[in-house]
Every structure is written in C-alpha cells, then in structure tokens.
C-alpha cells in the first residue's frame, strides 16, 4: 500500500515562500495526475494545484501565479512552492491523486501557518 508523506510546512510571515514535498513510499503515483489539497479549519478540502502526468499544470484561483507544482517521477515525489504567502493560506496541506476512485490514503498532511 502507499503511504503519503507531506513535509516541508511551518510558520512563515506573510510574503515568504515555502516548499512542500510529499513523497510516496511503497509504491508510486503510477499514471495518476496528483494534486495539492488544503484543509483550513472551518472549510471543506479544496485542491490548490494539481499536475498531469504529462505535466500540465492546473491551478486554483486562488493561489494562480503564485504556487507552482512540480514532480520528480524518479523520486515519487511531488512538490509545491509557495510564494507570496497570505494569511488565508494558512491550512494543513495533503497531496494525493486528483481521482478520487484511485485515490490512496490520506497521509498526514503538513501544517503551514501565514502570520500578517
């Protein structure tokens, strides 16, 4: 079975980057396009950024020009620069195939705190 591991959140201030990566043990990503999902308290898990195996990019409105997705095929790993930070980005961030019915278990997600 994989298992998703996130890391890379913290506390950062408004403005400052961050670089999430989440990397798959036990398997691979496979075929799947794989996404950037996050969960702030009070709101239901959207998904922020996600890329197709051919690598095209896909982004949520709300983070469009300023997150950028990037996979490493040979490491399983998929990762997400965060630039221009806000306070509203603050949420705990998970990735995990974009399909749902291929979806593996969520991993634990990494927390990443905006200050203003």
């Known amino acids: 079975q994989v298992q998703l591991v996130e890391s890379g959140g913290g506390l950062v201030e408004a403005g400052g980057s961050l670089r999430l990566s989440c990397a798959a043990s036990?398997?691979?990503?496979?075929?799947?396009?794989i996404g950037w999902f996050r969960h702030a308290p009070g709101k239901q898990r959207e998904l922020v950024a996600a890329?197709?195996?051919?690598?095209?990019?896909t982004y949520a409105d709300s983070v469009k020009g300023r997150f950028t997705i990037s996979r490493d095929n040979a490491k399983n790993t998929v990762y997400l620069q965060m630039d221009s930070l806000k306070p509203e980005d603050t949420a705990v961030y998970y990735c995990?195939?974009?399909?749902?019915?291929?979806?593996?278990?969520w991993g634990q997600g990494t927390l990443v705190t905006v200050s203003s």
């Open positions: 995990n195939i974009v399909v749902p019915r291929y979806r593996e278990v």
């Open positions: 036990g398997g691979t990503f496979g075929i799947n396009a």
């Open positions: 890329l197709s195996l051919g690598g095209t990019p």
